[in-house]
């Protein structure tokens, strides 16, 4: 069983910076891919921001050049950096674990319980 924990949410005004953390505990796998996703009230969640093992990433447009991605895969632990914040970015942010066994495993899939981010103007 892997267990997600997400950190570091709260309230902070527009122009501001948060760090979000997220641990994985658990059966990790080498070949995974750890992200971001948000959900604001009445819409639909979407994604922030991925990272693979490897260090490759993909930022969702809305984020780009604000916000960065990084894990430690010693810690089995992802991180956002998320600068100059602007109210549209509140959402409850999740954290989210993609991860196969092998090339030929199906993907399993793993959400945190998600964390409040609210940006004020």
């Known amino acids: 069983q892997v267990q997600l924990v997400e950190s570091g949410g709260g309230l902070v005004q527009a122009g501001g910076s948060l760090r979000l953390s997220c641990t994985a505990s658990?059966?990790?796998?080498?070949?995974?891919?750890m992200g971001w996703y948000r959900q604001a009230p009445g819409k639909q969640r979407e994604l922030v921001a991925t990272?693979?093992?490897?260090?490759?990433?993909n930022y969702a447009d809305s984020v780009k050049g604000r916000f960065t991605i990084s894990r430690d895969n010693a810690k089995n632990t992802v991180y956002l950096q998320m600068n100059s914040l602007k109210p549209e970015d509140t959402a409850v942010y999740y954290c989210?674990?993609?991860?196969?066994?092998?090339?030929?495993?199906?993907?399993?899939?793993?959400w945190g319980q998600g964390t409040q981010v609210t940006v004020s103007s």
């Open positions: 989210n674990l993609n991860q196969r066994r092998s090339l030929f495993s199906p993907t399993l899939v793993y």
């Open positions: 658990g059966s990790i796998f080498s070949i995974s891919v």
């Open positions: 990272i693979t093992s490897a260090a490759v990433t």
